[in-house]
């Protein structure tokens, strides 16, 4: 299995500014992903973070807004960009491998913007 | 377009009592189904997917390809139980196999 830490755990931003959040995984993965999660609604894939180049996005999410970087097979980073009330949600970092190709996910980043 | 429906946002059974979690599915090919399970303050957890045919903690889900279901069953609901419980699914796409979650179902046992 992989363990799947991220930082910050819960953040409050201002309307405008960006927060970056990183994503560790105890183990080397083949896949990593960037999920949202908006109050009372399901998991919405965001991108699909690719090790040493561009993220893939899942329409309505652009790179400009939500860039992604994977420098190596274990670690992410997501940053949302200038930030409105509408981003606030939990930010999933998820990853999969293993033998049995399963899916893990992150404990979530809690966003907040005023 | 390939999409998962959990119709319940909320089911409440009382404990000792079966426990039945619908979803269904569209999906052009053959699906490779999941459920996921969220207790409180915990993170997102895989309960079981439908290519293993095992039962955990008392769960089954039986793939149905004619009624495109794959519902979440339990003979006796425990009080802990209570979750947040996600179907999902495989979908194939350009960019590799990406999971697509339906809107969750709260499952409240009570005593």
């Known amino acids: 299995s992989a363990v799947i830490s991220q930082k910050p755990s819960r953040d409050i931003c201002q309307r405008g500014t960006s927060l970056t959040i990183q994503c560790q995984v105890d183990?080397?993965?083949?896949?990593m992903f960037w999920y949202r999660q908006q109050p009372g609604q399901s998991l919405t894939l965001i991108a699909t973070?690719?090790?040493?180049?561009?993220?893939?996005?899942e329409s309505g999410f652009v790179i400009d807004k939500f860039p992604i970087s994977r420098p190596n097979l274990t670690f992410s980073t997501l940053t949302v960009s200038n930030m409105s009330p509408e981003d606030s949600s939990i930010y999933l970092c998820?990853?999969?491998?293993?033998?049995?190709?399963?899916?893990?996910f992150g404990p979530g980043t809690r966003l907040t913007v005023l | 377009a390939q999409r998962v429906t959990q119709p319940e946002k909320l089911l409440s059974v009382f404990k000792g009592a079966p426990v039945e979690l619908k979803c269904n599915y569209s999906?052009?090919?053959?699906?490779?189904l999941f459920w996921y399970v969220q207790y409180s303050r915990q993170r997102l957890q895989l309960l079981l997917r439908?290519?293993s045919r095992e039962s955990i903690k008392g769960f089954t889900a039986d793939l149905n390809k004619g009624e495109t279901s794959f519902h979440l069953k339990k003979p006796f609901a425990q009080e802990e139980d209570s979750a947040m419980y996600y179907c999902?699914?495989?979908?194939?796409?350009?960019?590799?196999?990406?999971?697509?979650f339906g809107t969750g179902t709260q499952l409240k046992v009570e005593l």
């Open positions: 998820s990853a999969r491998g293993g033998d049995y190709n399963e899916q893990f």
């Open positions: 183990s080397q993965v083949t896949m």
């Open positions: 973070a690719n090790q040493g180049s561009e993220a893939t996005y």
């Open positions: 999906y052009s090919g053959s699906p490779e």
């Open positions: 439908h290519i």
């Open positions: 999902a699914l495989i979908r194939l796409t350009g960019g590799g196999n990406k999971l697509t």
